[in-house]
């Protein structure tokens, strides 16, 4: 499984991860509901630090695209919720 | 549905959408690639950007720590000559820098992040443009309409998706470097006006400077007048005339010699 952490590059992790890492997420999506900033920033940095230690990074020239991306380690929970709700932040 | 599986979501979706747009897939082939390339050195830009702020922030904190030394200087110049006041105001302005440094330390070292993190992301976004480029012509000699649509979307949604990763990134960075350099801006246009550095800026004598150079150039007469007493009655003076220091050296160094050799 491919994972994008956005501002940094993929990593492969192996799919046995996904249970954990989806715990984590699971944490951080309840902070953003709850519009909870410092367990925002929490959850966040625990689910990134996660994927880096699970995951090798990808070759720089590979073309595979991500099964999960996340979103940058200085991302404010404004960012991601508007990121969530598409509002034209990605270019494309 | 996870926060992290809606985000793939979104960044594929935006990826068909560009797809759709061709009739012949070839042409969106070419033109992705041209993309590719225009958001490549737009990240090289970026780059460049964020190093020259970088450079002005690197600019002002040695200007003002230059002013914060001289303030520690100034302060014990003033002591020195039993001007307490003095040297409190001096410390005082010092202590205002202190804070702006600190500040400014703070915005090099986040500058210096995103200066690294942007590099970064365009090595890997070259390295798949490359990588593009060789499929691109690939699919393009062998063109058959059958497969063409799959490996063409395979090709396509990988480097789309590092495109809006790395558009985001560069979005962020000059976003950030904006309000940076807003705040550069100001402080450049505090230390032009003096309003900052007051007691410091290093062409213009300030009011610390003045009342020191004051006192000292009044202690320059006192100390003239007494060598030329000096000259006109050598032995009533204490204040130093063009033979005195090398007298006084000499008498300084006889007793050591006698202690070292006895």
Known sequence: ?92 | MSLMKRMSLIFKSKASNALDRAEDPRQTLDYSYQRQVELLSKVRRGVADVATSRKRVELQVNQLVQQENKLTEQAQKALSMNREDLAREALTRKSALSGQITDLRAQQAQLQGEEEKLTLASQRLQAKVESFRTRKETIKASYTAAEAQTRINEAFSGISEEMGDVGLAVQRAEDKTATMQARAGAIDELIASGALDDASSINRGDDISRELEAMSSQSDVESELAALKATSAPASIEAPDSTTPAELTAEENEPHHQEGQS
């Open chain 1, 1 to 92: 499984m491919i994972v994008r952490i956005l501002g940094e590059g993929q990593r492969e992790v192996a799919d046995s991860e996904l249970d954990g890492l989806n715990a984590l997420d699971a944490t951080l999506e309840r902070a953003v509901e709850a519009d909870d900033v410092d367990a925002f920033t929490g959850a966040l940095l625990g689910l990134l630090d996660a994927v880096r230690s699970a995951g090798a990074p990808l070759a720089d020239d590979s073309l595979e695209d991500s099964d999960l991306i996340l979103p940058p380690s200085d991302a404010t929970i404004d960012e991601v919720r508007a990121l969530l709700n598409d509002d034209g932040l990605i270019p494309g």
